[in-house]
T-cell receptor
């Protein structure tokens, strides 16, 4: 079985500062990894995903995540955050042999302050 | 544009009443899911369906029921047996065996008054 742990439930940060949201997973088989973002009172939107190939994946709004197989991690980073990045972020894992079913972490609330 | 639609956005219910939340997708996805979200508790899986006319209980199915009579539709009924129904409910869909992840609806906020 797979599991996902997001190590921080809340991350406060000032605008233009760098941020890292941490995600660790466990699985006995190869996995696909995802980050979703949820703005208040909305559904989740896919931010980025790792399927195979390059371990560094990027989103269109400046976020990036690196797949680290040895540390079973998929941390999300942004070098300079904006107020508009304030949201909840969910890490998710899918085993490559599980028919696409996702296991979600508990979420990290990113709060960007001016 | 293809997508997944949840309705209504806000729903109020009196205690003791059943209520049905709608979820429709036009993405031709095989699988559909219902999650409940409470502050600080992440997403909890209620029910999921990977094929028409079949569905499985998730982690918190008690007090809920679903049907999957059509590929496009996966309505969730919150019954009077659900002790704490006030929450934000999210529906999602995906293609079985796909690595695309899930597409989510915009959610329904249910309040019991």
């Amino acid at each position: 079985a797979q599991s996902v742990t997001q190590l921080d439930s809340q991350v406060p940060v000032f605008e233009e500062a760098p941020v890292e949201l941490r995600c660790n997973y466990s699985s006995s088989v190869s996995v696909y990894l995802f980050w979703y973002v949820q703005y208040p009172n909305q559904g989740l939107q896919l931010l980025l995903k790792y399927l195979s190939g390059s371990t560094l994946v990027e989103s269109i709004n400046g976020f990036e995540a690196e797949f680290n197989k040895s540390q079973t991690s998929f941390h999300l980073r942004k070098p300079s955050v904006h107020i508009s990045d304030t949201a909840e972020y969910f890490c998710a894992v899918s085993a490559s042999n599980q028919g696409g079913k996702l296991i979600f972490g508990q979420g990290t609330e990113l709060s960007v302050k001016p | 544009d293809g997508g997944i639609t949840q309705s209504p956005k806000y729903l109020f219910r009196k205690e003791g009443q059943n209520v049905t939340l709608s979820c429709e997708q036009n993405l031709n996805h095989d699988a559909m899911y219902w999650y409940r979200q409470d502050p600080g508790q992440g997403l909890r899986l209620i029910y999921y369906s990977q094929i028409v006319n079949d569905f499985q209980k998730g982690d918190i199915a008690e007090g809920y029921s679903v049907s999957r009579e059509k590929k496009e539709s996966f309505p969730l009924t919150v019954t009077s047996a659900q002790k704490n129904p006030t929450a934000f409910y999210l529906c999602a869909s995906s293609n079985r065996g796909s690595a695309d992840g899930y597409t989510f609806g915009s959610g329904t906020r249910l309040t019991v008054v």
